[in-house]
């Protein structure tokens, strides 16, 4: 007996079927959507006319040979076969891209000014990232193998790796490039890791190839020692910005309990094995200790204006230091800064114990009514109701140990996450809590960045500090930090599509952070047209630090790493002097390579460390040396370089055209650049400079007959010169440079 169903379920069965087999068809239609075809049409028949026009160019001009190239171009376009697959296979890699089957106009330049998907490419990229080399998605993400505008894009639910936006598609460089520093094409991301390292971030933050870099900020033990009122903690955590205008410090989300305990914890942190100086016991003078502060190249770093920014965020602003800084601490920081903290930038000043006190006495005069008023509005009941072990549990989970070096703190694992991972991460890892934006990776890093706590809900506080609106930090700033982040790992592929950074780039990064690190820009220029800081607050250019563009090509690698080492008096009279930097020996080893092979920073060809050739006396006839000496005493050299043993002064000429003393030529100066240098001054020493054109005039004009073997040979004397030359008495120097009755010999 055949059991029949209701006509109502047979109905439903049908248009069941009917649906199902719509869906197919419609999946099917999609699958087999050929809009690619189009794409393929439109770019050979455009290209055909493009080409007609440049032949048409060509023949007008009578150019045989731009029309023999368009006319092969042409033919190889007519044969361009629609439709047909484009495809690059990397073996090894997993990748199979059929990105170029729309995007045929990636290298060909005659389709300048189209939109995408006929958009070439800039030419400068391909240089180094053919497309059959690499593909396409290891540099854009998305889906490679599918043909269909949104599946290739990746914008599928379940594809990991959707096509990234423009802006931040150069932090994708980082999944083959070791870093982005000096890499051409990639300067956004490289915006991103500065300011990544700028503000700190790696203090809570793993990072990879960043192992060089120091605690970020000052030590938390000793620091009751430091600052003078308890109160002053409490204002400064509260609101950092208020107490310092351009701080570094960010804002922490606190109650005003939570700060109470902060206070009382850093209250208790003392260092007993530092002894204090006794400031009281000793004479001092904040009237003498003003002028010092200028004249000694403190200003090149620190404000006295809580409005004006130091050398940058991260170096403390004077003004109200006498509101925040214990007099005791303040002497003994000044006479060995290194002794309270070994990381610091701060250097040891080499004073006398006067100059100690009375700059002491000059800093804490610095009260700022403003600052003092923050400090004494903070209620005594805050004070008194913190827990210093509430306070030491903030610290920890907070990360302060991560800016701030605590020994007690010092095994603890970082707070944030590694930004290796971020790479790794799908989205449905990401917490988007309750926000309102796009779901995408990109979207999740930029809103966490500018604003942290967007995604905290009850059962997840978040804990990242507010860093907007501290300078970088504007949305511009956020942008090149979620470049940065966006891929900061190396793909899993073979090696030979990774490209590991070589050593110079290695060094060059870790120099480039010194010199920022070490505030060495704010008095010397490295890169010519370089502004110097400390330049504003001397009367006397002259008074200035000494340019070191081209220093690595100038001096002797030896003996640029025993100035580092331990500086001595090279210009007796400036009174700024170069400080005793807590430099380690890698640190002064990779700066002067650095020097020595960073082209902007030489006026020529990279040049040989750790070790150069010098020339040899015995290699050269006696008489050389002789008119070598002859020349450099009748041009009267030592009228602006003073040669002597006991640093003694000329005392007919003004201090500030005097030069460093000749005698240190031989052991300080190579002898390639001495040639250079007397060949062309201004080339190798600056447009400032007042040492005269002697050989030659700034056109390159011989002024004297055979200047190459006078150059040669006063270069070689003073590579050997043991004694100090004698003036000649009555003979009167040539006039080198014009504009003057007299010449100006002096300083480079």
């Not at 003004?654 to 100066?669: A, F, G, H, P, V």
Request: aromatic share 10%; charged share 25%.
């Amino acid at each position: 007996m055949m059991i029949r169903a209701p006509f109502s379920y047979r109905v439903w069965f049908l248009i069941s079927v009917a649906v199902t087999l719509g869906v197919i068809l419609l999946v099917m239609t999609r699958e087999n959507d050929t809009i690619w075809e189009d794409y393929q049409q439109r770019f050979k028949t455009d290209q055909i006319r493009l080409l007609e026009e440049k032949i048409k160019s060509a023949q007008s001009a009578g150019d045989a040979e731009a029309l023999r190239k368009w006319e092969s171009l042409y033919a190889r376009a007519k044969n361009f076969s629609v439709p047909s697959m484009q495809s690059t296979f990397l073996p090894g890699a997993e990748v199979r891209d059929l990105c170029q089957t729309c995007h045929l106009a990636m290298e060909n330049q005659l389709f300048a000014g189209y939109q995408n998907p006929l958009k070439p490419h800039p030419a400068a990229l391909f240089e180094h990232h053919k497309p059959d080399r690499y593909g396409c998605t290891f540099c854009h993400h998305g889906q490679g193998m599918a043909l269909t505008t949104e599946k290739a894009h990746g914008f599928e639910k379940n594809w990991p790796t959707p096509r990234v936006p423009l802006k931040y598609a150069q932090g994708l460089c980082l999944g083959c490039h070791e870093t982005p520093h000096r890499l051409k094409g990639a300067e956004f991301a490289e915006t991103g890791r500065k300011l990544f390292v700028r503000h700190g971030c790696y203090g809570c933050h793993k990072v990879r190839g960043m192992e060089y870099l120091k605690t970020f900020s000052t030590p938390l033990d000793g620091i009751a020692e430091k600052v003078r009122d308890k109160a002053w903690f409490y204002a400064w955590i509260k609101e950092p910005p208020k107490i310092r205008d351009h701080t570094r410090m960010p804002a922490f989300r606190f109650e005003p309990e939570e700060i109470a305990h902060l206070t009382a914890y850093l209250s208790e942190k003392k260092r007993p094995d530092t002894a204090l100086a006794d400031y009281e016991a000793v004479q001092k003078s904040a009237e003498n200790g003003k002028p010092l502060f200028t004249k000694l190249g403190c200003i090149g770093c620190h404000s006295l204006k809580k409005e004006v920014q130091g050398a940058d965020g991260r170096v403390p602003n004077l003004a109200g230091a006498g509101a925040k800084l214990n007099p005791d601490w303040v002497l003994a920081w000044i006479r060995n800064p290194a002794a309270w903290d070994p990381q610091t930038p701060m250097p040891k000043l080499m004073l006398e114990e006067d100059q100690c006190r009375d700059l002491a006495a000059f800093v804490l005069s610095n009260q700022a009514a403003a600052i003092r008023e923050l400090v004494d509005a903070v209620p005594d009941s805050q004070l008194e109701a913190g827990d210093p072990g509430k306070g030491k549990y903030l610290v920890q989970t907070y990360g302060c140990a991560g800016c701030h070096s605590i020994k007690e703190m010092a095994e603890a694992p970082m707070v944030g996450e590694d930004v290796t991972t971020m790479a790794g991460k799908r989205l449905d890892e990401l917490p988007f809590g309750n926000a309102k934006i796009p779901e995408t990776k990109w979207d999740w890093l930029f809103n966490k960045i500018k604003e942290p706590d967007i995604f905290e809900t009850e059962d997840m506080p978040l804990k990242m500090p507010d860093f907007m609106p501290l300078a970088g930090f504007d949305e511009p700033g956020v942008h090149a930090l979620v470049a940065f982040y966006m891929q900061n790992a190396l793909y899993d592929v073979p090696e030979k599509f990774i490209d590991r950074a070589p050593e110079t780039i290695k060094i060059a990064e870790k120099s480039d952070w010194l010199l920022d690190h070490f505030n060495c820009r704010g008095c010397h220029e490295f890169t010519r047209d370089q502004k110097v800081r400390i330049a504003d607050e001397l009367a006397l250019k002259s008074m200035v630090p000494p340019r070191l563009v081209g220093e690595g090509e100038r001096a002797q690698p030896q003996w640029l790493f025993q100035f580092l080492s331990r500086p001595v008096m090279l210009r007796p009279w400036l009174d700024i002097r170069m400080p005793d930097f807590n430099w380690g020996y890698g640190d002064k080893a990779d700066l002067i390579r650095y020097l020595a092979q960073t082209p902007e920073m030489n006026e020529g060809e990279p040049v040989q460390t750790p070790y150069v050739r010098l020339p040899v006396r015995d290699d050269f006839d006696p008489e050389v040396i002789e008119m070598g000496e002859y020349r450099v005493t009748n041009d009267k050299c030592v009228q602006c370089h003073p040669v002597s043993m006991d640093q003694e002064l000329p005392k007919d000429i003004k201090t500030e055209d005097l030069s460093i003393n000749l005698m240190l030529s031989k052991s300080r100066l190579r002898y390639e650049w001495l040639i250079k240098f007397l060949r062309n001054p201004d080339k190798y020493a600056g447009k400032g400079t007042k040492m005269p054109f002697v050989y030659y005039t700034p056109d390159g004009v011989p002024r004297i007959s055979n200047p190459e073997m006078w150059i040669e040979y006063s270069a070689l004397y003073l590579m050997f010169m043991e004694k100090v030359p004698e003036m000649p008495k009555e003979e009167k120097v040539e006039e080198a440079r014009g504009g003057g009755s007299s010449s100006d010999w002096t300083s480079y």
